[in-house]
């Protein structure tokens, strides 16, 4: 069995079109979670640049893994020693992705692209890769995903026993409403399914009419809460599990 894994999510509000800012955001968390021994740090979805469902702005704001901000970004991590998962809108050759992509040692290790997608203009990802932290294999979904037993169980039956989920549920004001408790539900559903943890980070505060209030926490595989940032605040959980 392995040693237990000190992980990090975090809770903020939503950065749009501004990779600098996000990155600088990105940066001090990641130093202040390494400090408290935090090998493993998820950020919300599409928080790189800022989430949309506007084909047009997805296409704007999409970059590839090659790009100058995101190679700067994987640089001045490279002095930590943790794992982060990005939530980024990523070009794939022609294709345009809903992805998390993971950096570590100061380059992308991986990248995951969103398959449930609702994003316009965003192609759905096919594969499943599972990751590996200090011998934790996990497997990242994105928000929507997290709504599919079958893909969180074929990411179990291959080893997973981390889920993170990188969510970005700001919603008209109504659905956000009620969404909260909806999205815990189904987290934990996840984690007695597949009996894995479960890490999620989502984004907080208010943008064009919308609001998120915050899913942002590590559920135990028996689907009790271990950690949460409250709702509507801006936080990070820093939580060893194993």
Same mark, same amino acid.
């Given at each position: 069995?392995?040693?237990?894994?000190i992980?990090?999510a975090? /809770?903020c =509000?939503a950065? !749009?079109?501004?990779?600098?800012?996000?990155?600088a +955001?990105?940066?001090s968390?990641a130093? #202040?979670?390494a400090a408290?021994g =935090?090998?493993?740090i998820?950020?919300?979805?599409?928080?790189? /640049?800022?989430h949309s469902?506007?084909?047009e702005?997805?296409?704007q704001?999409?970059?590839?893994?090659d790009n100058a901000?995101i190679?700067a970004?994987? @640089? =001045?991590?490279?002095p930590?020693?943790i794992?982060?998962v990005? *939530?980024?809108f #990523?070009?794939r050759?022609?294709?345009? +992705?809903?992805?998390?992509m993971?950096?570590?040692?100061?380059?992308?290790?991986g990248?995951?692209?969103? /398959?449930?997608?609702? @994003?316009?203009g965003?192609?759905?990802?096919? #594969?499943?890769?599972? !990751?590996n932290?200090?011998?934790?294999? !996990?497997?990242i979904?994105?928000?929507?995903?997290t709504?599919? $037993?079958?893909?969180?169980?074929?990411?179990?039956?291959?080893g997973?026993?981390l889920?993170?989920? $990188?969510?970005?549920?700001?919603?008209?004001?109504d659905?956000?409403a009620?969404n909260? #408790?909806?999205t815990?539900?189904c987290?934990?559903?996840?984690?007695?399914?597949t009996?894995c943890?479960?890490?999620?980070?989502?984004?907080?505060?208010? +943008?064009e *009419?919308?609001?998120a +209030? *915050?899913?942002?926490?590590?559920?135990?595989?028996?689907?009790?809460?271990? =950690? @949460?940032? $409250?709702e509507?605040e801006?936080g990070?959980i820093?939580?060893?599990?194993?």
């Amino acid at each position: 069995m392995s040693a237990p894994l000190i992980v990090a999510a975090v /809770q903020c =509000a939503a950065i !749009f079109d501004d990779v600098a800012g996000a990155s600088a +955001h990105i940066l001090s968390c990641a130093t #202040e979670a390494a400090a408290a021994g =935090a090998r493993l740090i998820v950020f919300p979805e599409a928080y790189l /640049q800022g989430h949309s469902y506007r084909a047009e702005l997805v296409a704007q704001r999409a970059l590839s893994i090659d790009n100058a901000t995101i190679i700067a970004l994987a @640089e =001045a991590l490279a002095p930590l020693r943790i794992m982060a998962v990005i *939530g980024f809108f #990523e070009r794939r050759g022609a294709l345009l +992705h809903n992805s998390a992509m993971i950096i570590e040692g100061g380059r992308i290790v991986g990248c995951y692209a969103k /398959q449930d997608v609702r @994003e316009a203009g965003c192609a759905p990802g096919a #594969e499943r890769p599972i !990751f590996n932290c200090d011998d934790w294999p !996990f497997a990242i979904s994105i928000c929507r995903d997290t709504r599919s $037993p079958d893909l969180s169980l074929d990411f179990a039956t291959r080893g997973a026993r981390l889920l993170c989920y $990188p969510l970005g549920n700001m919603l008209p004001p109504d659905i956000a409403a009620v969404n909260r #408790e909806m999205t815990l539900a189904c987290h934990a559903d996840r984690a007695r399914e597949t009996g894995c943890w479960v890490v999620s980070a989502d984004v907080v505060g208010a +943008h064009e *009419g919308w609001v998120a +209030h *915050g899913n942002t926490r590590l559920l135990r595989p028996d689907g009790a809460i271990v =950690a @949460e940032v $409250p709702e509507d605040e801006a936080g990070m959980i820093v939580v060893s599990m194993g």
